[in-house]
């Protein structure tokens, strides 16, 4: 059983907009803060957002102001919007459940659930 399922990637012109989710078992979510990472080729995996079950967000810089995050806690899901995409947020985006919220691993993985990942394009 996969932890984690995301759905939503694609490729969009810059200026567009993709709208990420992520569904967990409650066993996944249960009261822990849910959000993203982003690997691109060549780069290690980055913190992008999370959501606390409370609706407490928080946003790396980079994003604020482009993506929002919000929590269905009664669907087990969480939706990244994503907006005025550019093509550095081109990666694979990955949803996560973790216990350690660092601004930077090596890979997308460890500290907790991880989802598979989604391909994000973002052509100029």
């Known amino acids: 059983e996969v932890p984690l399922v995301e759905s939503g990637g694609g490729s969009v012109q810059a200026g567009g907009s993709l709208r990420l989710s992520c569904t967990g078992s409650?066993?996944?979510?249960?009261?822990?803060?849910v959000g993203w990472y982003r690997q691109a080729p060549g780069n290690e995996c980055d913190y992008v957002s999370r959501?606390?079950?409370?609706?407490?967000?928080d946003l790396t810089n980079s994003v604020k102001g482009r993506f929002t995050i919000s929590r269905d806690n009664a669907k087990n899901t969480v939706y990244l919007d994503m907006n005025s995409l550019k093509p550095e947020d081109t990666a694979v985006y990955y949803c996560?459940?973790?216990?350690?919220?660092?601004?930077?691993?090596?890979?997308?993985?460890?500290?907790?659930?991880w989802g598979q990942g989604t391909q994000v394009t973002v052509s100029s």
């Open positions: 409650g066993a996944t979510f249960d009261d822990r803060d």
């Open positions: 959501i606390s079950r409370d609706g407490t967000i």
């Open positions: 996560a459940a973790v216990w350690v919220w660092g601004s930077r691993f090596p890979a997308c993985s460890g500290f907790g659930y």
